[in-house]
Nanobody, 120 residues
Framework: QLQASGGGLVQAGGSLRLSCAASERIFSSYVMGWFRQAPGKEREFVACIKWSGATYYAADSVKGQFTISRDNAKRTVVLQMNSLKPEDTAVYYC???????????????WGQGTLVTVSS
């Protein structure tokens, strides 16, 4: 019910745009979020967004580097990632849950993940 895409290999300083397509039932009712999991590390929250457009980011630094948005007509959530660093390398997951939250267990649906690799 969630399909993430847009990952790939990029050089440090470059940009990538991740997309997550959701079913109508999920997209119209739930908060959409992005998480990431680097090799050997736990999954961590990146950002989330409500239907209204209200957003919540993991930290101020991420907010300046990443931008989350949603296209309600296309039922798609986008994570625009700029100034990428090697430490941003991870599998990025989109998820849907009932509230703006940075806690993974509050999200009910998860996409399959898309790999982002940032080379130095």
């Amino acid at each position: 019910q969630l399909q993430a895409s847009g990952g790939g290999l990029v050089q440090a300083g470059g940009s990538l745009r991740l997309s997550c397509a959701a079913s109508e039932r999920i997209f119209s009712s739930y908060v959409m979020g992005w998480f990431r999991q680097a090799p050997g590390k736990e999954r961590e929250f990146v950002a989330c967004i409500k239907w209204s457009g209200a957003t919540y980011y993991a930290a101020d630094s991420v907010k300046g580097q990443f931008t989350i948005s949603r296209d309600n007509a296309k039922r798609t959530v986008v994570l625009q990632m700029n100034s990428l660093k090697p430490e941003d390398t991870a599998v990025y997951y989109c998820a849907a849950g009932p509230a703006l939250s940075g806690i993974a267990r509050t999200y009910r649906w998860w996409g399959q993940g898309t790999l982002v690799t940032v080379s130095s």
